[in-house]
């Protein structure tokens, strides 16, 4: 008899994105003359920057003719794109990595569910921010390192709670834990966090033996010179932090499909018998038997983010969504609500004080806009809604025109 993984019956009835196109579909059929304007999933409006198109093209090209044409390519990404990476996004800040220690793939989503096979199962002590991107819980929950759902919380996690009183940046926890899952800007929240506060961390998982897993995807948006885009800009946390980047929102590669993980060779992992193992070669391992690569025409496209051209057109598209926060987190503020993000990061996080997906029905019903509940993200995002600065100006000042009528009722 053939059985199922029963731990995906641990899960909600379905993903929070899942549920809110749920509710805007039936919405939309139902009022067919009422046009709705997304502020929710965190998807980007704006055109690919026009360096990548060029190179994009120029990729295609070059399979169309025999003497250039690439059939499988590296599995972990053609050099010419990790040598940019590693210098570009790197060396350029201080940071020891090198361009073997990185692994291009699809997507950083893919990456953060598909990096936990490398660990244990049983016994495996996990600590997850709350609220949190629905990822990193539900990939642990399918791998069985949870135990039920109770209250809106899983069993074997340690919690790390996000709230107004510690400015939406966890605190570290007093027991020791395994895998930590820390995102910096913060998804929801648009929380940053500090130098001393990442030299925290890596301290508590060097004193444990326990490895980060550190979400850079949003770090294109950070203003602030005095916070770090990477954990490696801390000493030593080679040693215990795997990191994960986006093309996504940094340039656009949404529809597109390009990420990168890196994975230092210092990092080490261990078996039952207290040996010690390089997870450089566990993910390569990984990496390469159950993926073929990222499509070459789209490295090329990456690879020119880095480029003159390419930097400047990637700085002022992510200035233009920026802009657009600034004025939804002014115009939330005016009305009264307090809000964080926005500065250095794509989000607003909305503490509204009440139910929040009474909140986004509110929004969606008399305003016709979409944002994201913040129960959605874990029990700490209760009270909140994000909204995403991720559509066009003209949408965003729409928007949050009708926000403001209907919340004045």
């Known amino acids: 008899m053939i059985r199922i993984n029963e731990n995906f019956l641990k899960l909600k009835a379905s993903y929070l994105f899942s ?9 939309t059929a139902a009022h067919p003359d009422k046009p709705v304007i997304r502020l929710g999933i965190g998807d980007v409006t704006e055109p690919l920057p026009p360096a990548c198109i060029e190179a994009f093209h120029a990729g295609v090209d070059e399979m169309s003719n025999r003497a250039t044409f690439k059939g499988y390519g590296p599995e972990q990404g053609y050099a010419f794109l990790r040598e940019a990476i590693a210098q570009h996004d790197y060396a350029a800040r201080g940071c020891p990595i090198a361009a073997d220690e990185i ?13 936990q096979e490398i660990f244990a199962t049983e016994g495996l002590k996990l600590a997850i921010p709350d609220p949190v991107y629905p990822v990193y819980v539900d990939t642990n929950v399918m791998a069985g390192r949870t135990g039920t759902n109770i209250d809106g919380r899983y069993a074997g996690i340690t919690y790390l709670d996000s709230t107004p009183a510690n400015g939406y940046v966890p605190a570290i926890p ?3 834990t395994d895998l930590i899952y820390l995102c910096f800007p913060n998804n929801p929240t648009g929380a940053v966090a500090t130098k001393a506060q990442l030299a925290d961390w890596v301290a508590y998982a060097k004193a444990n033996k326990a490895i980060i897993l550190f979400d ?20 030593g946390a080679d040693e215990v932090a795997i990191e994960f980047r986006s093309f996504s929102k940094t340039a656009g590669f949404t529809g597109t499909r390009c990420a990168y993980t890196v994975v230092p060779k210092k990092l080490q992992a261990f078996d039952t018998a207290g040996n010690a193992h390089p997870v450089h070669a566990l993910w390569n391992r990984r990496h390469t038997t159950k993926f073929n690569g990222v499509s070459y025409p789209v490295q090329k ?6 480029t003159d051209a390419g930097k400047a057109q990637v700085k ?5 969504y920026l802009a657009n926060a600034a004025l939804i987190r002014k115009a939330m503020t005016d009305l009264g609500y307090s809000c964080i993000g926005g500065d250095n990061a794509p989000y607003i996080w909305i503490n509204t004080g009440t139910d929040s997906w009474a909140f986004f029905d509110k929004l969606l019903n008399e305003a016709q806009v979409v944002c994201t509940p913040g129960a959605g993200f874990g029990k700490c995002g209760e009270g909140h809604v994000r909204i995403s600065a ?16 209907a919340l004045k009722k």
């Open 174 to 176: 007093s027991a020791a």
């Open 216 to 235: 850079s995807a949003y770090e294109a948006f950070i203003t602030d010179p005095a916070i770090p885009h990477s954990i490696y800009e801390i000493p």
């Open 316 to 320: 002022a598209q992510v200035a233009y």
């Open 103 to 115: 692994f291009v793939s699809d997507g950083s989503k893919c990456d953060c569910g598909n990096i």
């Open 19 to 27: 549920d809110i196109a749920k509710r805007v579909t039936a919405y």
């Open 301 to 306: 496209a990456a690879a020119a983010i880095y």
């Open 390 to 405: 991720f559509n066009s100006r003209e949408n965003v000042e729409k928007a949050l025109a009708r926000i403001a009528t």
